[in-house]
C-alpha cells in the first residue's frame, strides 16, 4: 500500500511514531509528582502513576530521560520514607505494612548483634571453653 502524498503521519516518512514522554511532559510530570507527595495521604507511587493513566514501571524511564524526573523520584523517596517513619510511631498505619516498605524499599532490617571474630564466629565460645577448662586442670 503507498502512503498518500504530503502526510506526514501516513507510512514512509522515516521519522517513526511521534515521542508520547518528551522531556517537556516528563518535567511536568515530575512538578506534579512533587505536589502529590506533599498530599497527607500520598505514600504509595504506583497509585500516583495510576491516577495519571500509565504503568508505574515509567518512573524508571523518566527519571532516565530527565534529570527534573530523576531529582523528584529520590525526594519522593524520602519523604515517602520520612512519612512511614512517622505515621508508623503515631499508629496512623499498619505497622506490618510499614515494616515491610521500609525494609524492601529503603533499606531497613532488623539485626541481631553477635560479638565475636568475624572470620571465625565459633571463636568466642571456643575461648570461653578453654578459660573454664583451665580452671579443671588447674585444681
Do not use: C
Not at 33 to 48: A, C, G, T, V
Not at 59 to 71: L, W
Not at 86 to 104: D, H, I, P, Q, R
Amino acid at each position: 500500500m503507498v502512503a498518500p502524498k504530503k502526510n506526514k503521519y501516513a507510512l514512509g516518512h522515516g521519522k517513526g511514531a511521534p515521542e508520547k514522554y518528551t522531556k517537556a511532559w516528563i518535567e511536568k510530570e515530575a512538578k506534579a509528582f512533587l505536589e502529590w507527595m506533599k498530599l497527607p495521604d500520598s505514600i504509595f507511587f504506583k497509585s500516583f502513576a495510576i491516577e495519571r493513566g500509565y504503568s508505574p514501571q515509567r518512573f524508571a524511564e523518566f527519571a532516565e530521560k530527565s534529570q527534573v524526573f530523576s531529582e523528584v523520584l529520590k525526594m519522593a523517596r524520602e519523604w515517602q520514607e520520612t512519612k512511614l517513619i512517622n505515621y508508623g510511631l503515631f499508629n496512623k498505619t499498619n505497622s506490618g505494612m510499614t515494616k515491610f516498605v521500609l525494609a524492601n524499599h529503603h533499606g531497613y532490617a532488623e539485626k541481631n548483634h553477635i560479638a565475636g571474630d568475624q572470620g571465625n564466629p565459633l571463636a568466642i565460645i571456643l575461648e570461653k571453653i578453654n578459660d573454664s577448662s583451665k580452671d579443671l586442670v588447674d585444681e
